[in-house]
């Protein structure tokens, strides 16, 4: 039985709705590039785009356990969720995860509610799920990177993906010592008793009709709202301020100034802007081997955390409630910073 009962949410998300049209006014006169073009291309383009992917999310989730292929999906990672004590479904999300990070967590989402995860794992996988997330763009980002910065530029990715590897396995692990057993013998009550086919695909469309659109509306009063301040927030130049604010930091605190450029360049301009400058001071003389891999790493661990701030938060507070989503977003954030650090550490004292 669902934790919440599907309640008519039209009268909140018309609020939200009014909320966010008033919180855009505000902020759409500050904004110097302001213009039609801009709304619709990184506004109501870009929403329009992440409620559809978290529709497909929850549809997916919910052909799966009424189909009874949860187990299926998860074959591949089974050995090591069964190993984690996290069980089949939050293998089936990790799956999900290679494909879209948003699906994956939707899927999570409605096992929660459906009262077939707990909280615990829900947490879990979505903090092992990082480890997809890190193939998700890496084959069109790596060839151009490795072009720019040779040695460094790959370094760069085995050490990143040697975190990614480390937070997992302590994750793993740290799971099958925190989470209890599952029951032997015990398959998800959708794959204990075989029906026709005829009957499954019925269940399956009752579900997704009783359940869907109102998860959709839900999701919807969060989203909206977020995405709105957070659109008005980056274009008023917030989240550049706090990433410059950051920077200077850590420049002046552990890297050379020579590296400043690439440190900001890296997380300020689009991602790739920061291996150019790395190459560039490389092929200068400026910056060796080992420095510039250590600025590109102090560039990741500043980057990211505020990114995910700026992209993942509306779906995360969408998807999840909005304390957990913060919650969430916030912890995994601190749980992939602290394995950059490490490796980081370990690659500078050891070269």
Not at 30 to 50: F, K, N
Not at 81 to 106: H, I, K
Not at 129 to 153: D, E, R, S
Not at 325 to 348: C, D, M, P
Request: positive net charge.
């Amino acid at each position: 039985m669902s934790r919440h009962r599907n309640k008519p949410a039209v009268r909140p998300l018309l609020i939200s709705l009014a909320a966010s049209a008033a919180g855009l006014l505000v902020g759409w006169h500050s904004i110097e590039d302001a213009s039609s073009r801009l709304l619709v291309e990184r506004l109501l383009w870009p929403l329009a785009q992440l409620m559809l992917t978290i529709g497909v999310g929850l549809l997916v989730g919910q052909v799966i356990e009424a189909t009874g292929w949860t187990r299926r999906l998860a074959v591949l990672a089974r050995p090591l969720f069964r190993f984690s004590r996290l069980g089949d479904r939050c293998g089936a999300a990790f799956t999900a995860a290679f494909a879209s990070g948003v699906a994956s967590n939707a899927m999570l989402w409605d096992f929660y509610q459906g009262a077939k995860i707990t909280r615990a794992q829900l947490y879990l996988a979505n903090f092992v799920n990082q480890f997809p997330a890190f193939f998700l763009h890496l084959p069109t980002t790596f060839f151009t990177v490795i072009a720019m910065t040779g040695t460094a530029g790959l370094l760069y990715f085995v050490l990143t993906f040697a975190g990614a590897v480390l937070r997992t396995t302590l994750l793993l692990v740290y799971a099958r010592l925190r989470l209890p057993p599952e029951p032997a013998g015990q398959p998800p009550s959708s794959e204990r008793h075989a029906a026709p086919a005829a009957a499954r695909l019925k269940e399956v469309w009752n579900a997704v009709r009783e359940r869907l659109p109102g998860r959709l509306l839900r999701i919807g009063i969060y989203v909206v709202p977020i995405y709105t301040a957070v659109f008005v927030l980056n274009h008023l130049g917030l989240f550049r301020l706090a990433q410059d604010l950051l920077a200077d930091v850590v420049v002046n605190a552990f890297i050379p100034v020579e590296a400043l450029s690439v440190v900001v360049l890296s997380f300020v301009a689009e991602f790739t802007s920061g291996f150019a400058a790395a190459g560039a001071f490389m092929t200068a003389g400026i910056l060796n081997v080992k420095q510039t891999v250590l600025a590109l790493l102090a560039g990741n661990v500043l980057a990211f955390p505020v990114r995910a701030l700026r992209h993942q938060l509306p779906h995360y507070m969408g998807i999840y409630s909005p304390r957990m989503g913060v919650e969430l977003l916030l912890l995994g954030q601190l749980l992939r910073v602290l394995s950059i650090i490490v490796v980081g550490v370990f690659y500078y004292v050891v070269t």
